[in-house]
């Protein structure tokens, strides 16, 4: 993919953090951006904000709850019917599922992983076949962190072993999606101004009860995010400049270099110097 100009493009999450700071770089790059996001809130502030911005012809938004298949599913087809289909998926919506590891509930692993891995999985499973079907070509992004690449604290084991299943999967689709003419890029961020702390705030119902992370996440609810912290509107426009370089690794902090390094050379401590003899 060369340009934006006349694409369409399908954000997960969008409305807020990275998701939103993804979508205004597309925009202002020449693309139609569809934004989908569970919160209604964050769809009014988001289009009021493009809106001021002077981009309100170039984005749409609607609401959606990625877990839900068939509201994935339904949303894909109506892109078909709406958009003539898209060209850029971003699979951005996360949670950050934080707590006692030892204490976590099946509500807690179905919750994390059900955001995190789930609906990266329904992004791909509901767009990916319209894409090689309308013959196009275009590009997938889904979005990992830098904690699927060194080792975390055990608070953050189920979050972490989400997106390092995205890390994989993205890696091992690559090559696959090339053949088809799509790209495959997996975003890597650390620390950036998000909504990503108001992970009780999204929690299902049905995923409260038997949870062992009520006490952690309504901490982690008066913990925002620091004002150092990366801007989403930086990081948008370096997933940007990403599926234009058709980059498989985007990342963002330089500062957990030393970290990725010394979980590599661990595992290649490991690995014995001979093959095996069959």
């Known amino acids: 993919m060369r340009t934006f100009h006349d694409k369409r493009a399908f954000v997960t ?3 807020s ?13 020449g693309a139609f951006v569809v934004i989908a996001d569970l919160r209604t809130d964050h769809i009014d502030r988001a289009l009021r904000e493009v809106r001021e911005a002077g981009f309100a012809s170039s984005v749409a938004a609607l609401q959606l709850d990625v877990t839900d298949r068939a509201a994935f599913a339904a949303v ?5 019917i709406e958009l003539g289909g898209v060209d850029v998926l971003v699979n951005n919506a996360g949670v950050g599922v934080e707590g006692p590891v030892l204490e976590a509930g099946y ?4 919750y994390g992983l059900g955001v995190n891995l789930g609906g990266v999985i329904n992004g791909l499973q509901s767009f990916l076949p319209r894409m090689i ?14 904690a699927a690449a060194v080792r975390m604290p055990a608070n953050f084991a189920i979050y972490a072993a989400g997106k390092a299943a995205v890390l994989n999967l993205s890696e091992n689709m ?3 999606l090339a053949g088809k003419g799509i790209g495959m890029s997996v975003l890597c961020p650390a620390f950036v101004r998000s909504n990503i702390h108001e992970a009780a705030l999204n929690r299902p119902a049905h995923l ?3 949870s062992g992370f009520t006490l952690s996440e309504a901490t982690l609810l008066d913990r925002p995010p620091g004002d150092d912290w990366m801007d989403p509107e930086v990081v948008g426009e370096i997933v940007a400049d990403g599926i234009l370089a058709n980059r498989l690794y985007i990342m963002t902090h ?3 270099r030393d970290k990725m390094r010394e979980r590599h050379e661990l595992l290649m401590s490991a690995v014995p110097e001979a093959a095996f003899q069959y």
Do not use: C, T, Y
């Open 208 to 210: 409260r009860q038997g």
């Open 174 to 176: 690559r090559e696959e």
């Open 13 to 15: 999450g969008g409305a």
């Open 254 to 256: 330089g500062e957990f």
């Open 133 to 146: 079907a309308h013959g196009r070509g275009g590009h997938v992004v889904n979005v990992s962190s830098l």
């Open 107 to 110: 509500a807690d692993w179905d």
């Open 76 to 80: 894909a087809e109506r892109m078909d």
């Open 17 to 29: 953090g990275i998701g939103f700071g993804v979508v205004k770089a597309l925009a202002k790059r």
